[in-house]
């Protein structure tokens, strides 16, 4: 249907007779035509390419895609508008339907106050999940937060292995706390430098004992692996020097021939102890020998109850 048609009549003055068409005037000018063929008038057709009836208030609604009258046509399309526009309940709104290839539509979460200014609202809640077993997951891998079974979230705390050096920190190491301070001080356990890695640090646990000398160099093995040489306590009898000889190996010395780790003089009829302020690292082993002379290669053997109380204290 053309909006505005231009309608256009041949007018003909009938016979009065036949009265089936004629023109009336209106007192304003204006003519209507009145057609014959019974009362309220016949269809109504305004031709532009194909005529289109009008149809009739009562024609059912067109179906979709469907041929019908242009009343039936406007029914099915009212049929489909809300009843009221606004916001209204869902029953009452009109669907709207995603097409079934429409690609992701991207859905951005912000929380309701920015961060810094006084809280309102509700929290969003973040969940986890709770596995058995823990999955094993490949770089650039989303997972889900993990919890143990009473839905406690599951940390761990690391810290990277460096390789020993001198002159390290001694500072202690601290974990957070639940306020976010740092007085949870992290226990490390102390480690000694033998010269090529770092060795747990032990207690002197173990003793070698020489309550009185034989006429002999007295060569002794205390520990036929590796020792930590604590401390070393003694009583010369003699009224001449002595004097100890240490060995890193895990067998007796063989006195003048073997080079010792430690040389300690004993002075004349006295006693005394030393204790070493880091203890001595002997990788082989720990054996000792005691000798009249200073001189590595010296064989000569001490008097029977030279020396008396001699203690090697290690681990």
Same mark, same amino acid.
């Given at each position: 249907?053309?909006?505005?048609?231009?309608?256009?009549?041949?007018?003909?003055?009938?016979?009065?007779?036949?009265?089936?068409?004629?023109?009336?005037?209106?007192?304003?000018?204006?003519?209507?035509?009145?057609?014959?063929? =019974?009362?309220? +008038? $016949?269809?109504?057709?305004? /031709?532009?390419?194909?005529?289109?009836?009008? @149809? *009739?208030?009562?024609?059912? #609604?067109?179906?979709?895609?469907?041929?019908?009258?242009?009343?039936?046509?406007?029914?099915?399309?009212?049929?489909?508008?809300?009843?009221?526009?606004?916001?209204?309940?869902?029953?009452?709104?009109?669907?709207?339907?995603?097409?079934?290839?429409?690609?992701?539509?991207?859905?951005?979460?912000?929380?309701?106050?920015?961060?810094?200014?006084?809280?309102?609202?509700?929290?969003?809640?973040?969940?986890?999940?709770?596995?058995?077993?823990?999955?094993?997951?490949?770089?650039?891998?989303?997972?889900?937060?993990?919890?143990?079974?009473?839905?406690?979230?599951?940390?761990?705390?690391?810290?990277?292995?460096?390789? =020993?050096?001198? +002159? $390290?920190?001694?500072?202690? /190491?601290?974990?957070?706390?639940?306020?976010? @301070? *740092?007085?949870?001080?992290? #226990?490390?356990?102390?480690?000694?430098?033998?010269?090529?890695?770092?060795?747990?640090?032990?207690?002197?646990?173990?003793?070698?004992?020489?309550?009185?000398?034989?006429?002999?160099?007295?060569?002794?093995?205390?520990?036929?692996?590796?020792?930590?040489?604590?401390?070393?306590?003694?009583?010369?009898?003699?009224?001449?020097?002595?004097?100890?000889?240490?060995?890193?190996?895990?067998?007796?010395?063989?006195?003048?021939?073997?080079?010792?780790?430690?040389?300690?003089?004993?002075?004349?009829?006295?006693?005394?102890?030393?204790?070493?302020?880091?203890?001595?690292?002997?990788?082989?082993?720990?054996?000792?020998?005691?000798?009249?002379?200073?001189?590595?290669?010296?064989?000569?053997?001490?008097?029977?109850?030279?020396?008396?109380?001699?203690?090697?204290?290690?681990?």
């Amino acid at each position: 249907m053309t909006a505005n048609p231009s309608v256009s009549y041949s007018v003909a003055v009938a016979d009065p007779n036949f009265p089936q068409n004629f023109i009336k005037p209106n007192a304003d000018g204006s003519i209507n035509v009145i057609g014959g063929g =019974g009362g309220g +008038g $016949g269809a109504v057709t305004i /031709a532009d390419g194909a005529d289109v009836a009008e @149809g *009739s208030t009562t024609d059912a #609604a067109a179906t979709a895609g469907g041929t019908g009258t242009v009343s039936a046509k406007l029914r099915r399309i009212s049929a489909q508008l809300p009843a009221a526009l606004g916001q209204t309940t869902m029953s009452a709104s009109q669907p709207v339907a995603i097409a079934s290839d429409q690609s992701s539509i991207p859905v951005v979460a912000t929380g309701n106050v920015a961060s810094g200014v006084t809280d309102s609202g509700n929290p969003v809640k973040v969940g986890g999940v709770f596995n058995t077993t823990l999955p094993t997951l490949t770089n650039g891998q989303r997972s889900d937060l993990q919890t143990d079974n009473r839905g406690n979230l599951r940390t761990i705390q690391t810290a990277a292995i460096l390789a =020993g050096s001198d +002159g $390290g920190s001694n500072s202690l /190491a601290y974990l957070p706390n639940s306020n976010g @301070g *740092s007085s949870n001080a992290l #226990a490390v356990a102390p480690t000694l430098f033998n010269g090529t890695t770092w060795d747990r640090a032990r207690s002197p646990n173990l003793t070698s004992r020489l309550p009185s000398s034989a006429a002999t160099t007295n060569a002794t093995s205390s520990k036929a692996s590796t020792a930590w040489l604590f401390s070393v306590s003694w009583y010369n009898t003699n009224a001449a020097a002595r004097f100890l000889k240490i060995y890193n190996k895990a067998s007796a010395p063989t006195v003048g021939t073997d080079t010792p780790f430690l040389t300690i003089a004993l002075p004349q009829t006295a006693g005394n102890s030393i204790t070493f302020q880091s203890p001595l690292y002997l990788s082989t082993g720990l054996a000792f020998a005691l000798t009249v002379n200073a001189s590595d290669a010296d064989t000569t053997a001490v008097g029977a109850g030279d020396v008396v109380g001699l203690n090697l204290v290690y681990s």
